[in-house]
């Protein structure tokens, strides 16, 4: 039912982990509807240098989040919200229709990491 | 890869016996019972030998069985049948929370058509309490459905103690036995229920055929219109292997009965032990009164489809309960009525074992299913507790 680029990204995860020194965290979804994304950034000079990510969920979900911090890495601010749900499904060569919307939360929790950091560094 | 099977209540493999048994009337013995020649009398023959073993397995006579093509139809016609049959002396039917959707859903086509339906609570087991059956009875109630025993917690319900108040009532009690028939023993003179469905491919005989018990007497509306197979209640040309097959995995079920659930109870009491090996597991359903093969759990932290999917790759199948592992997303209804939380129902996973299960197949899950839990927890960011900061907020999926 995924795709082979989805089966390697849940099997394999990238950038797993905690970051104590965060310069952003960004948390979405709740654990009662079964996916909850967790991404810490780490900022320089206005570049992602580093990312993590926790996440509660399906194979999916784990999926989106180790794809999405890939695609973060290096990216300026700006860059980095320009990625969107459907090119994080994209990426993962598709998502099943039923998991687009509730698994696919690593958009919106990386908008939230920035808008943490940003709200903390005016 | 060793190749482990724990999905037993998802369907069993057929046994070589019943294969076998079955092979003459797909090709040399292909008649339609209903032909008055002997190619047609050799396989009404079969058919009514199958309905005496199914008899024989169930203690029902032969006369009180009729053979559909799954436990879902024997569901829907017992509910649908009867409370069509009864509608003008009442229009009240119970059914508990802990049924199969073909229970769930043929009372909700019933509401729709004007019908009342009373959904019985369950405490924390999965135990139907009888004594809400006897509140919820109404002087329109006609029929009361419960489970015999959950595929999804294995929790085996009191179904004489209900039975015996239905019979006082004069309400009609229909049971679905799909997870016990054949797997436990099933005297149906001694539970006292008017109807019970089964199903084949629970007890290692083949998918496509299944039966409904309808004692002696009692009117039942046809699900299906035609002929007069089934004497007129169930019409469509038999499906003769797939009832032969039925009859003979009937009879397996009866003369191995015994072992067969000694063998899975001492597996699943071994599988048991991952509660001791894994912290923050909790067993659900009934801890002693429950389907002899069956072990369903909450793991704390995780989720149940990414559990199957890694287990999946280690060759070992189960089940889940969990929304994600759903097509429809949501939790399962079953584990929320027994009050547990939405976010621990999540961590669902059920192993159902069958009689070709081993040791070492028990063995490996046990070494291989804390590296699984270990593994999606150093992914989750829950550990020592539930909540963190940030969670929260509607769900993005909700019905």
Known sequence: MYSAKVMDHFSNPRNVGDMPDADGVGTEGNPTCGDVMQIFIKVKDGRIVDIKFKTFGCGAAIAVSSMITEMAKGKTLDEALTISKESVANELEGLPPQKMHCSNLGADALKKAIEDYKSKNK | ?399
């Not at chain 2, 073909?102 to 959904?119: D, H, Q």
């Not at chain 2, 006897?134 to 209900?162: C, D, F, N, Q, R």
């Not at chain 2, 797939?242 to 659930?261: K, Q």
């Not at chain 2, 923050?280 to 429950?290: A, K, Y």
């Open chain 2, 1 to 399: 890869m060793r190749r482990c099977y724990f999905d037993h209540v998802a369907t069993n493999p057929l046994d070589a016996r019943v294969f076998d048994a079955m092979l003459p009337y797909f090709k040399e013995e292909f008649g339609n019972p209903l032909s008055m020649y002997e190619l047609g009398s050799k396989a009404k023959e079969a058919i009514e030998n199958a309905r005496g073993q199914v008899a024989s397995l169930t203690n029902s006579k032969a006369s009180e069985i009729i053979f559909t093509a799954s436990g879902a139809e024997s569901n829907n016609f017992a509910l649908r049948g009867i409370a069509l049959a009864r509608q003008n002396e009442g229009k009240h039917v119970i059914v508990s929370r802990m049924e199969h959707h073909s229970i769930l859903n043929s009372a909700r086509f019933l509401e729709k058509m004007g019908f009342v339906v009373t959904y019985l609570p369950v405490d924390k087991h999965g135990v139907v309490d009888p004594d809400t059956v006897k509140k919820a009875i109404t002087k329109e109630t006609t029929l009361i459905s419960v489970t015999h025993a959950s595929s999804e917690v294995g929790t085996i319900e009191p179904i004489k103690e209900i039975a015996d108040i239905a019979r006082e009532k004069k309400i009609i009690f229909h049971t679905d036995a799909v997870a016990t028939t054949g797997n436990i023993p099933i005297n149906i003179k001694e539970l006292g229920v008017d109807l019970l469905s089964m199903a084949a491919h629970q007890f290692y005989g083949p998918k496509g055929a299944g039966a409904l018990y309808v004692r002696e007497g009692l009117r039942i509306v046809p699900l299906i219109y035609g002929g007069i197979q089934e004497n007129g209640r169930r019409a469509g040309t038999e499906n003769v292997p797939a009832i032969v097959g039925m009859g003979r995995a009937a009879e397996l079920a009866g003369s191995e009965m015994n072992s067969r659930m000694e063998h899975v109870g001492r597996l699943r009491d071994k599988l048991l032990n991952i509660k001791a090996s894994v912290e923050n597991v909790h067993l659900t359903g009934h801890p002693d009164n429950r389907l002899p093969g069956h072990a369903s759990f909450c793991v704390e932290f995780i989720e149940g489809e990414a559990m199957l999917l890694l287990l999946a790759a280690k060759g070992v199948y189960a089940a889940s309960g969990s929304a994600c592992s759903s097509k429809a997303l949501k939790a399962s209804p079953v584990l929320l009525s027994m009050g547990l939380p939405s976010s621990l129902a999540q961590g669902s996973i059920v192993f159902t074992l069958g009689k070709d299960n081993s040791d070492e197949d028990i063995e490996y899950l046990l070494a291989e299913f804390p590296q699984v839990i270990k593994r999606l927890r150093e992914i989750s960011p829950y550990g020592k507790g539930w909540g963190i900061e940030g969670e929260g907020g509607q769900c993005i999926v909700q019905k």
